[in-house]
């Protein structure tokens, strides 16, 4: 439901979601299969502090806790109350929640507006704001945060720790996200998922991630954006970069989206993007650019100038990254033009084969020293804005070696606030360069195309 | 001459005159099949989530003004009875318009089974989330086991159950029972009766002769379950005004789909479910099989013939099995000699073969188990159209 600004109530007590000190899961199943018991067995399994109160009008006992028939009869303070129970056991759900004062409400249940049922939606929204219980859902996966070991959901993992606040309407697309954290060390601060937002709001959410001293970036997926107004208000207010997917602009997709989340887009995209541009938000377009965006954003500074000096081992990811700079506005200039200095200095480290121009190609046979070398005095110029670094793995590439002079590169150079990307095209040494570059705040790419959407991203960050 | 028996005989015309049924067991949705947590089935899921704590879900004017018991005080009778695990809001899918096969089977041990053998297998059947109901007889029967499967499949049958038994040293036999008609179930009328859909047998006399057995219901707990069981329409049976207030769902929509359902449709029968393990009774039951020269339609009077009678508490009547039909009494409240007699009194009944059993292992897909704490975990197994005859799958 339509709210016009973040309502600071609100904001207050999403800390309630994502680091309660006791939750109740309504619907908590005695059997492994069900829904209900895994929410409470990933807690357990991830190792959640504080305390767990199972709800079951049938169970005495869920995975080694005591149950309670209802919510009433718990007498401990309850500040989250997380449902995962039919629908239409919901409204009464939340006239205990209220009744027991709990802080905040979590509707993992789906079958609401989405399926036609808006007004039972709307009456249990409206008692809510008028009891003043936040309402995150219905028809969501669930939340969660690695630094507080906190999986609270039906959601098979937590990700690494990281920079990134993941905000998301799509379960499917949170644990999509989820799983390339772990495969690809994708690092989140914090994860949700709203699904229908009935009450609590993607700007409710915004403004709770500027003070969230993990997060650095936030990711927002957007299917419905039914208060663009406290969406821009709140994302103005916010200091930190935010990069937003919005989906529904085909005609179908169009339709798919309310069946999915309930989510309503009465106006064309043009519209949305304009809000999105207005609210100073990044647009991606695919979910893969949308991951890409976020990483760079979520690790790096933004991009203060223009000057962009890539150093590779191979033409062929140079030409790549030229025409996707330029495609996308951002074109790459020669070396001699940024710093004559730096193109005399940086010969030092290529045989004589090798061009200097930009991308600075060091070459196919070049060493742990000399990308090292080239990487220092790139980004020790001060007319270089930031640096892209590619490794394209030949026979006497020692990929392992150069990712740690990278690391220890960037590490060095950190204090000069310049953001530094690697590509790592090639097969499994890279994939593992991805990700120990990435474990170290170097947001690393297997594509040209993709290292160069991060870097222009990081230039609209700064703007 | 071999004998005739196609369409314009004698014999099948007397089949099909009253004994034309559905088709079941078919691998196809059958029009008008509704699924569990269809909107047409909200009332009683509304009452099947909230009974445990709510029991006001139930009619209980309904109640106070057929047995004269106030509501305050039938409310907390339920509530006690469930506590108690006495008793259990159950539903009963008819298979034929839900488009299932249902599929009982027998098991008879070895002579000299051991104790731990019968345990072993008694703890396969009650784990085993593909039975959706069974009985597990007491040692010294005539056999051992008897058991259910709501299936589109039957190689899910033989696959995910019957194949992972039947071979171990100790099984004797087992025997696959189709269910023809779903005559009498928990001791209520099930949607193959021939009359009295609905109708809850528990005669004045089993309710005196329950009364003295034992301590835990008394008249009054047995008037209540037999008033919501035998309320006209299922209209009377909840009180729709409250499954409302709970869900936040309108009151008489909710009601008119639900009696649709069961009244109208008779798709399903909402019904209370009387724990006899828990009240300390005995189900005795009674495996009749018919002479094979037995044609079809005789074999449907005779069932017809017992079904009129009160005292049976299950009544299953099979095709194309060794046995034709599997009745069962409460062992302590019915003469089982009157009932031997009476099935022995048919000419066309070859062989009774008799068991007791002490409990069941499940209510349809809801566990009984409550010594393992799971009383009324609800396990419903959908996917009985997929193939699951593939390990790991």
Redesign the interface.
């Known amino acids: 439901m339509e709210i016009k600004e973040a309502r600071p109530y609100v904001v207050e007590s999403l800390k309630y979601a994502l680091n309660p000190s006791s939750i109740a899961v309504v619907g908590a ?3 492994p299969t069900k829904v209900g018991n895994k929410v409470v067995y990933e807690l357990q399994k991830w190792g959640y502090k504080g305390k767990i109160f199972p709800v079951n ?5 869920v995975l080694g806790l005591k149950a309670y ?2 919510l009433r009869e718990i007498k401990e303070p309850v500040d989250l109350v997380f449902v995962a ?2 629908a ?5 759900i939340i006239h205990d929640a209220v009744a027991i004062k709990a802080k905040m409400l979590v509707i993992a249940t789906s079958a609401f507006k989405e399926i036609g049922r808006a007004e ?1 939606q709307n ?2 929204t409206e008692y809510c704001r008028e009891q003043k219980l936040p309402l995150i859902g219905p028809n969501l996966v669930g939340m969660g945060s690695p630094y507080t070991h906190f999986n609270c959901g039906f959601i098979p993992y937590l990700p690494v720790e990281g920079p990134i606040a993941m905000i998301s309407q799509s379960g499917a697309n949170l644990l999509a996200a989820l799983g390339t954290s772990q495969e690809e060390h994708f690092g989140m601060s914090f994860f949700v998922g709203l699904g229908n937002k009935a009450d609590v709001d993607f700007s409710e959410f915004i403004e709770y991630a500027e003070s969230d001293p993990h997060t650095k970036c936030l990711s927002i997926y957007i299917e419905g954006l039914d208060s663009p107004e406290a969406f821009v208000k709140s994302c103005k207010k916010v200091t930190k970069p935010i990069v937003v997917i919005k989906v529904g602009r085909s005609k179908i997709g169009h339709k798919a989206a309310f069946a999915h989340t309930a989510s309503e887009n009465p106006m064309d995209d043009e519209y949305y993007d304009q809000i999105i541009k207005e609210a100073g938000a990044i647009r991606a377009t695919t979910w893969q650019e949308f991951l890409d965006v976020s990483l760079a954003l979520g690790y790096q500074p933004a991009l203060k100038g223009d000057n962009v000096v890539m150093i590779t081992n191979g033409g062929g990811a140079g030409l790549l990254s030229c025409d996707h700079f330029e495609r996308l506005g951002l074109p790459l200039k020669e070396l001699k033009d940024i710093s004559p200095l730096l193109a005399q200095k940086i010969r030092a480290y290529m045989p004589m084969f090798g061009s200097p121009l930009n991308p600075v190609d060091i070459s196919g046979t070049a060493s742990v020293i000399q990308y090292k070398g080239a990487f220092q005095q790139a980004l020790r110029d001060p007319h270089v804005d930031g640096v892209l670094g590619a490794i394209c793995p030949t026979a006497v590439t020692d990929v392992h070696g150069v990712t740690l002079a990278a690391v220890e590169v960037a590490e060095k150079t950190k204090d000069l606030h310049k953001p530094f990307v690697m590509i790592c095209q090639g097969g499994e040494e890279c994939s593992e360069a991805i990700k120990l570059l990435r474990s170290h705040g170097i947001p690393a790419y297997k594509t040209a195309e993709q290292a160069v959407n991060a870097m222009v991203a990081l230039r609209k960050a700064a703007r | 001459m071999p004998k005739l028996y196609k369409i314009g005989t004698p014999e099948q015309q007397e089949y099909l005159r009253d004994y034309h049924y559905n088709p079941k067991g078919m691998a196809f949705s059958e029009p008008g099949v509704i699924a569990s ?1 269809a909107k047409e089935f ?1 009332a009683f ?2 009452a099947k ?2 009974y ?2 709510h029991p006001e879900v139930f009619n209980l004017a309904y109640v106070e003004e057929k047995t004269g018991i106030k509501k305050e005080e039938a409310a907390k009778r339920l509530k006690r009875l469930y506590d108690e695990k006495l008793m259990m809001l159950v539903k009963n899918s008819c298979v034929n318009i839900m488009g299932f096969g249902l599929y009982y089977w027998v098991v008879k041990l070895k002579e000299g089974t051991s104790k731990e053998d019968r345990k072993d297998l008694y703890d396969f059947f009650q784990n085993n989330d593909q039975i959706c109901t069974g009985y597990p007889m007491d040692e010294g029967g005539e056999f051992d086991f008897y058991n259910g499967n709501h299936m589109r499949n039957l190689d899910n049958l033989f696959y995910g159950v019957i194949e992972k038994f039947r071979h171990r040293p100790y099984v004797e036999w087992v025997h696959i029972c189709p269910v023809r008609r779903l005559i009498r179930e928990s001791s209520v009328n099930q949607f193959d009766a021939k009359e009295g859909y609905r109708h809850y047998f528990f005669e004045e006399d089993q309710v005196k002769k329950a009364v003295k057995l034992q301590k835990k219901m008394d008249e009054k707990d047995f008037a209540i379950i037999e008033a919501l069981n035998n309320s006209p329409t299922v209209g009377e049976m909840f009180d729709y005004m409250v499954l409302s207030s ?4 309108p009151a008489k929509e909710m009601k008119e789909d639900l009696i649709k359902a069961v009244d109208h449709d008779r798709g399903v029968i909402p019904m209370i479910y009387l724990n006899y393990a828990a009240l300390g009774l005995h189900q005795r039951f009674f495996l009749v099989s018919l002479f094979e020269n037995t044609p079809t339609y005789r074999s449907e009077q005779i069932a017809d013939g017992l079904a009129k009678d009160p005292r049976f508490v299950n009544f299953f009547d099979f095709s194309d099995a060794h046995h034709n039909y599997m009745l069962s009494i409460y062992d302590e409240l019915s003469d089982a000699d009157e009932i031997r007699a009476k099935l022995n009194s048919y000419g066309e009944v070859k062989e009774v073969l008799e068991s007791l059993s002490s409990r069941q292992f499940r209510r349809w897909t809801a566990r009984l188990d409550y010594e393992n ?5 609800c ?1 419903f197994t959908d996917d009985v159209l997929l193939d699951r005859s593939t390990e790991g799958m």
């Open positions: 199943s005695r059997y009008p049938r169970a005495d006992e028939h209802t129970v039919p239409h056991i919901v409204s009464s039972l009456d249990i | 947590d909200l899921n509304i989530s909230f445990q704590v709970l869900s936040g769902l704490g799971l009383y009324e975990e396990v």
